[in-house]
């Protein structure tokens, strides 16, 4: 089955307003006419309004980076799944690991996320992936599963197929220049394929798409694509820059 390739930005916690502007619409510009690959980008919060102005007309989709499952409320700093969908979003990121490392999120309070996250039609980037310890201690595939497991406990088979895109980012590949080679993400990529066939259907394995995350660049971006089960790409550092960004997208053509 052909799966479209999602090719997503994340720029974490960079980019003013103006910033944020002035590679939106070099990106805009640069990727007019690309049709095959899905393309989104995730701004911080303070950006997404007016990334959402500067990207109307254009087919690249708008993510947020987390969000809060209240509607509304006494949380302060937190941002909720209708301001996000209010400002533009269709996707939003959620589960990262550096969220999980820096910020005390946990395979339950990720859960509560992602049902949030549908409940109000956001579709969701869940990001799943292993610390070096943990592949070091041959426990990958226990990890990956159990996040899985939890991450997307109680959504049913067509919430899944329609509303999920999983991002295996093992986390010691991300901003540390180390990507996983082609076929280290492959076999984890298989795996994460074989586990969504028994927890919902073959049907919701072949269609829903695992993007990888971790240190890509134009140079592995092609390498990792060839892989069967690879589908696209969570960018985090390459996506700062027009240049390497749209070459990431055109993979294809390099
Ligand atoms: P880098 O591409 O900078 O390694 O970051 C990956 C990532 O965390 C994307 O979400």
Redesign the pocket.
Known sequence: MERRPFI?G?W?MNKTVGEALDLVRSLKATLQGVEDVEVAV?PPFTALYPVAQELKGSSIFLAGQNLFWEEKGAFTGEISPVMLKEVGCQYV?IG???RRQYFGETDESVNRRVHAALHYGLKVIF?IGETLQEREGGVTFSVVERQLEKGLAGLDAPKVETMIVV?Y?PVW?????K?ATPEQAEEVHQFIRRKLEKLYSKGVANSLRIQY?????PENIYGLMAQPDIDGA??????LKVESFSRIVRFREI
């Not at 590949?173 to 220049?177: C, E, F, K, L, R």
């Not at 995350?213 to 660049?217: K, W």
């Not at 969570?234 to 996506?239: D, N, W």
């Open positions: 997503a994340n974490k995730a990121i990262h690991s550096e990001c991002a980012e590949a991300i901003g540390t220049g990507t995350g971790g240190s890509v660049t969570l960018v985090g550092g390459a996506s």
